[in-house]
């Protein structure tokens, strides 16, 4: 069960790093995050897609700072709750995919699947890259894995 500490609620930078209170929820964390990550993905979607990937890269980057911040706070490497990966994960996923509920739908089942299971290289960074890069890099390659799949079912369909 998920446990998430009285500071989410005081500090910013855990509040962030929660996915904004999303990841402190007491079960399936991630998938709360997830959840939390389409209505900014619904926003982010009218964006012109140069701008859209400047917005992910630039979570990416303060994400590492956020999450590598809040385990240290913490004194837990990737605690349950720290969900701003999946935010961007998602958001991954989703980029150049235009927005319909059924879409924002199959992103979230094709993430989550990704991030689940970890295929290979998935797992191995998940395992072996520490700290705040660690806890983005396993997202961001189930975002991109998860993409690849969104994209070749748009191009068949």
Same mark, same amino acid.
């Given at each position: 069960?998920?446990?998430?500490?009285?500071?989410?609620?005081?500090?910013?930078?855990?509040?962030?790093?929660?996915?904004?209170?999303?990841?402190?929820?007491?079960?399936?964390?991630?998938t709360f995050g997830t959840l939390a990550a389409i209505p900014f993905y619904w926003l982010m979607s009218e964006l012109p897609l140069n701008w859209y990937l400047i917005l /992910? *890269?630039?979570? $990416?980057?303060?994400? !590492?700072?956020?999450?590598?911040?809040?385990?240290?706070?913490?004194?837990?490497?990737?605690?349950?709750?720290?969900?701003w990966d999946e935010f961007v994960g998602y958001w991954i996923t989703m980029a150049a995919v235009p927005f319909s509920w059924e879409a924002a739908l199959w992103g979230f089942i094709l993430f989550r699947i990704f991030d689940v299971f970890k295929p290979w290289p998935i797992r191995w960074a998940?395992?072996? /890259? *520490?700290?705040? $890069?660690?806890?983005? !890099?396993?997202?961001?390659?189930?975002?991109?894995?998860?993409?690849?799949?969104?994209?070749?079912?748009?191009?068949?369909?």
């Open positions: 069960m998920n446990r998430a500490p009285p500071s989410v609620w005081r500090r910013p930078v855990h509040f962030f790093a929660f996915g904004l209170g999303s990841g402190a929820v007491p079960w399936a964390p991630g /992910v *890269a630039v979570s $990416f980057v303060v994400g !590492i700072w956020l999450c590598d911040r809040t385990s240290r706070d913490l004194g837990v490497h990737d605690h349950s709750g720290i969900v998940d395992r072996r /890259v *520490a700290g705040g $890069f660690g806890i983005m !890099i396993d997202d961001v390659l189930a975002g991109i894995y998860a993409w690849s799949t969104m994209h070749l079912w748009l191009w068949l369909h």
